[in-house]
């Protein structure tokens, strides 16, 4: 990559500059959970996660511009524009599930929302709920309050950032549950662009940034079944591993269940079979 000077490294993606307004963003094999990364890869994860996110991109620009540009050949790198980064992440939550059940078991609430008593692990909530964090370098991302949030990237923003967000969970929620998946919870990130415009970066609704659960096996009162990396945090909570580096390898039967969920969450949230993908990344920007 002759024209590119790699400026960064993230958990599963490399970073390239191509000059002052562009970036290359790869996405990697890499898997991480528990905030460490895996030795053991999951063929193609790289790929589903940069077609899904273009594939995202694509259909909500009405409600969000993007820093998209372009995909490339090999399915897993993408051409975007450099923005200044919101210092949160946002979450929007469906349904209880996650550290939002955890919270809620401890406190009733989760980021300063005061839920209804006796809700089940993984159950509907009455309205989806907007949870910002922490935009942590190492370690754990933190919950905080809307408030807390407000102080960091100011009370105008924040609301704009809230308001986006929910517009964006309600449209791919929707277009998800038409094709049998329910997404109980995703998270953003948002950068201004030199006009300061908010523009939706990173990724999108893939099974890294969301929980994915097939609708026919959704049952609240216990952690559900799900299309998304909880295959492998299940194996590597049996091992009674510490959750500190190095993490363990995974077995083969465990990274093809976690390929074979990846790619059936690519192809039924984009009706776009994979090997077509393979073949010619731009066919889910049309």
Known sequence: MPEAVHVGSGKVRELYALDDERLLLVASDRISVFDVVLPTEIPDKGRVLTGLSAFWFSRARDTCANHL???????????????????IEVVVRGYITGSGWKDYQASGEVSGHRLPEGLRESEQLPEPIFTPSTKA????????????????????????????????????????????????????????????????????????????????????????????????????????WDKTAPGPELPDDVVRGTRGRYLEAFERLTGIGFDDYAADPEVVAR
């Open 69 to 87: 540009l372009g995909l490339r050949d090999d399915g897993r790198s993408t051409e975007c524009r450099k923005l200044e980064m919101l210092p």
């Open 137 to 240: 370098h190492e370690g754990h991302d933190e919950n905080i309050t809307r408030d807390q949030a407000a102080e960091v990237v100011g009370a105008e923003r924040l609301a704009e950032v809230e308001r986006v967000a929910m517009e964006l969970y309600r449209f791919a929620s929707q277009h998800a549950a038409d094709r049998g998946i329910i997404i109980a919870d995703t998270k953003f990130e948002f950068g201004l662009d030199d006009s300061g415009t908010l523009v939706l970066a990173d990724e999108a609704f893939t099974p890294d940034s969301s929980r994915f659960w097939p609708a026919d096996e959704y049952e609240p009162g216990k952690g559900q079944a799900s299309f998304d990396k909880q295959f492998v945090r299940d194996y590597a909570e049996s091992l009674g």
